[in-house]
């Protein structure tokens, strides 16, 4: 069977930012081809990119990654039967989660000293990610065993095989585009692990990026005029760079993740077509927001090259092992594309892993080079033709 796999390569121009911090609120950096680079972590960008999802899916088609997890099943419950009390339905919830995902749960130590016992709500002991259709389907479960609401009635019915089969089902069915792309590790559970269907690289600059820094002041708006000197100082490290931004989805396994859809009766190849546009929009025009408010680094990419393959995923950053230099003129985007053009080329020709199909997206004439490598769209075009072209290779496949 043929695979599809998604290539997204993207060149993007910063000015001086602080995305994506170390411990000591320096810029994050790596060495690559013997020198320091600019470097943007996968973590940073993956959360953008969920951040954006938010603006372009509706809640339901969402996850929701939490250690609260037994407060958020709870406010399901009491939104399907408003006579259970926030009480019991935190009870009922916590013994709901108890069989579907085999953990345990706690009142956390900052809860318990401030708060009665009793109606302290317990906390997962790590980040657990539900889709909202998970949450729904333990409600209605946790309700109907409770027999409307009574906590020993729950427990008693959680005992039979059945009903516990139908809890672990409850969260490994549905699964929503994010839990879907992403993954989702159960650290009781690894049978209700989700393997991502995406991968997202560190971004790095193409070229050698030194840290700088910023000393600056503030003065007090009450300050007489014979009080002199500073009401703060202070300093903040930045750095500018041309970033290359890669990411791969496996839309089989994509697939494989959202089962049987994301609505009833709906065919099992448009919801990865649709999580593949939404993810491609998403992860080219979403941005860490280190430090945004400081820096007001709204850039978007300069360069968008998308490409299907039926093989393996494949990382262009060897095109900018060795450093790319900044031009006469200063700037380091038309050299990056006058490399990135022919490294292509070559690189899939010597390994005969041509793309069937490929995109480009790009702006302005420093980037003509990469001109013929695919069909040239606008953003727009770029999500849509790609997100059909998937649903069409998996309807074909399956």
């Excluded at 657990?128 to 949450?135: A, E, G, I, N, T």
Aim: glycine share 6%; net charge negative.
């Amino acid at each position: 069977m043929t695979r599809t796999i998604i290539d997204i390569h993207i060149l993007q121009n910063v000015p001086p930012s602080n995305m994506n911090r170390d411990d000591t609120g320096t810029p994050k950096s790596a060495i690559y081809g013997g020198v320091r680079r600019s470097r943007v972590s996968s973590q940073a960008w993956k959360r953008a990119t969920r951040a954006r999802f938010m603006e372009l899916l509706p809640p339901e088609e969402l996850g929701v990654r939490t250690k609260k997890v037994v407060e958020a099943l709870a406010e399901r419950i009491t939104a399907h039967n408003t006579s259970v009390t926030e009480t019991a339905a935190a009870q009922l919830a916590e013994e709901t989660l108890k069989t579907a995902t085999g953990s345990s749960f706690e009142v956390p130590k900052r809860k318990a000293k401030g708060d009665d016992d009793a109606t302290a709500v317990a906390e997962a002991k790590y980040l657990m990610f539900l889709s909202r259709r998970q949450l729904d389907a333990l409600a209605e479960l946790a309700l109907t065993a409770s027999s409307g609401g009574d906590v020993a009635t729950l427990k008693k019915a959680l005992k039979d095989k059945e009903q516990k089969a139908q809890a672990r089902a409850a969260v490994d069915t549905r699964h929503s585009i994010d839990i879907a792309l992403f993954g989702r590790m159960v650290a009781d559970s690894a049978d209700l692990n989700v393997d991502s269907a995406t991968q997202v690289a560190h971004a790095l600059s193409v070229h050698r990026s030194d840290i700088e820094s910023d000393y600056y002041t503030a003065v007090d708006d009450l300050s007489k005029d014979s009080e002199t000197g500073a009401g703060m100082i202070g300093s903040i490290d930045f750095n500018s760079a041309t970033l290359y931004r890669y990411a791969a989805i496996d839309a089989d396994e994509l697939q494989r993740n959202l089962g049987a859809g994301l609505k009833d009766g709906e065919p099992p190849n448009m919801p990865s077509g649709k999580a593949v546009s939404a993810f491609l929009e998403a992860f080219i025009t979403s941005l860490p927001t280190g430090k945004i408010n400081t820096f007001a680094n709204n850039t978007l990419p300069s360069v968008v090259i998308v490409k299907v393959r039926d093989r393996w995923p494949l990382s262009f950053v060897g095109a900018f092992e060795e450093p790319v230099p900044k031009t006469a003129q200063g700037g380091f985007l038309r050299e990056s594309c006058r490399r990135l053009a022919p490294y292509i080329r070559n690189l899939e020709r010597q390994y005969e892993v041509e793309g069937p199909l490929t995109w480009v997206f790009r702006i302005g004439d420093e980037t003509s080079d990469l001109a013929g490598l695919g069909t040239e769209v606008t953003l727009s075009g770029l999500v849509e033709q790609v997100g059909s072209a998937v649903a069409e290779r998996l309807e074909s496949d399956g």
